[in-house]
């Protein structure tokens, strides 16, 4: 059974880091794309964010571009999200998913279950 569990969110100040991890079962990470997504309150699920390849290329969107690092522990089934310099429109629970390309967009597996999500409030 595939789960997806993120954890490391936080309350924290404008300016500061957090480093998100997603810890991944039932499958072999190794051989699958990993994406993190968003849900703000009051706004649509945003993503993915970001995206580690299962051949260790990356992909980020303008929003989290220079500023966030996504990256992957094959060994551990863990993809690590480093998020810097905290911005109060960073404030939302935050998900990782399996995620596949196609036709210049990336697809998140429909059937895998979205986790409990992280929480990261950023405020002063």
Same mark, same amino acid.
């Given at each position: 059974? !595939?789960?997806?569990?993120? *954890?490391?969110?936080?309350?924290?100040?404008?300016?500061? &880091?957090?480093?998100? &991890? #997603?810890?991944? &079962? $039932?499958? *072999?990470?190794?051989?699958?794309?990993?994406? +993190?997504?968003?849900?703000?309150?009051?706004?649509?699920?945003?993503?993915?964010? #970001? !995206? %580690?390849?299962?051949? $260790? &290329? %990356?992909?980020?969107?303008?929003?989290?571009?220079? /500023?966030?690092?996504?990256?992957?522990?094959?060994?551990?089934?863990? !993809?690590?999200?480093?998020?810097?310099?905290?911005?109060?429109?960073?404030?939302?629970?935050?998900? #990782? /998913? /399996?995620? +596949?390309?196609?036709?210049?967009? +990336?697809?998140?597996?429909?059937?895998?279950? +979205? $986790?409990?999500? %992280?929480?990261?409030? !950023?405020? *002063?």
């Amino acid at each position: 059974q !595939v789960q997806l569990v993120e *954890s490391g969110g936080d309350l924290v100040q404008p300016g500061a &880091s957090l480093r998100l &991890s #997603c810890a991944a &079962s $039932g499958f *072999s990470l190794e051989h699958y794309a990993i994406g +993190w997504y968003r849900l703000a309150p009051g706004k649509e699920r945003e993503g993915p964010l #970001c !995206v %580690t390849s299962s051949d $260790g &290329s %990356t992909y980020y969107v303008d929003s989290v571009k220079g /500023r966030s690092t996504i990256s992957r522990d094959n060994a551990e089934n863990t !993809v690590y999200l480093s998020i810097n310099n905290l911005e109060p429109e960073d404030t939302a629970t935050y998900y #990782c /998913r /399996r995620v +596949w390309y196609e036709e210049g967009t +990336w697809h998140p597996f429909v059937r895998d279950p +979205w $986790g409990q999500g %992280t929480q990261v409030t !950023v405020s *002063s």
